[in-house]
């Protein structure tokens, strides 16, 4: 059981150049989320989903893009990337609205 | 009204010591309040997590205190060890609206040491 698996673990981007981070849960989870953690501002809800097929913005959208064709996957794409999104990602996936969240190991990316 | 404040930005603590970290929010449809432990270099795991209808619930060393009315809430961690050296989060969900899908509005985190 792996829990919450996320690829690529770093990785570094120019400016205007373009890549998917891909999350997998192996817990059967319905809701899954994605995070940017920065310093001194805690962690930010990029995009979610509350079911396969299903995708809605959280607080920070802007510049992401998600899908969620399989259950267990949770796809976020920077189409042109730029420093303002040099973050830690974090993938989490849950049960339901009142269950414990479960985080992946993270993604740090840098964009220069 | 979405904000979670947390405080302190860090804090020192002596082993043994009473760590307290506290956490204020506006929105008050918010019903559930978790509280996660972050390690260097791993993603946050869930430590304990309070709903409004109680003002207390502790779990082990680690204790929620809750005043609805304040809309404040705070983490106690009894007897700090340094392997309770993290940064923490609070946390706050409006979890009974099924459209809201559960997300998580989370604090600015506090980074906590304990001194051996």
């Known amino acids: 059981n792996a829990g919450v698996t996320q690829t690529p673990k770093f990785r570094v981007l120019k400016t205007g150049q373009s890549m998917t981070l891909l999350c997998a849960q192996d817990?059967?989870?319905?809701?899954m989320y994605w995070y940017r953690q920065d310093p001194g501002m805690g962690l930010r809800l990029i995009h979610y989903?509350?079911?396969?097929?299903?995708?809605a913005k959280g607080e920070v959208p802007d510049g992401y893009n998600v899908s969620r064709l399989k259950k267990q996957n949770f796809l976020l794409g920077l189409e042109s990337a730029a420093p303002s999104q040099t973050s830690v990602y974090f993938c989490?996936?849950?049960?339901?609205?009142?269950?414990?969240?479960?985080f992946g190991p993270g993604t740090r990316l840098t964009v220069l | 009204q979405q904000q979670v404040k947390q405080s302190p930005q860090s804090l020192i603590v002596q082993k043994g010591g009473i760590s307290i970290i506290n956490c204020a929010y506006e929105n008050t449809a918010f019903d559930y309040f978790p509280w996660y432990q972050q390690f260097p270099g791993k993603g946050p795991a869930l430590l304990i997590a309070?709903?409004?209808?109680?003002s207390e619930k502790k779990e082990g060393r680690f204790t929620i205190s809750f005043n609805k009315s304040a809309k404040q809430f705070s983490l106690h961690i009894m007897d700090s060890q340094p392997g309770d050296s993290a940064t923490y989060f609070c946390?706050?969900?409006?979890?009974?609206?099924?459209?809201?899908?559960?997300?998580?509005?989370f604090g600015q985190g506090t980074e906590l040491s304990v001194k051996p």
């Open positions: 946390a706050a969900s409006r979890a009974q609206a099924y459209n809201q899908g559960g997300k998580l509005i």
């Open positions: 989490a996936s849950g049960r339901g609205t009142t269950d414990t969240q479960y």
């Open positions: 309070i709903r409004p209808d109680v």
């Open positions: 817990m059967n989870h319905e809701y």
């Open positions: 989903s509350v079911g396969e097929g299903t995708t």
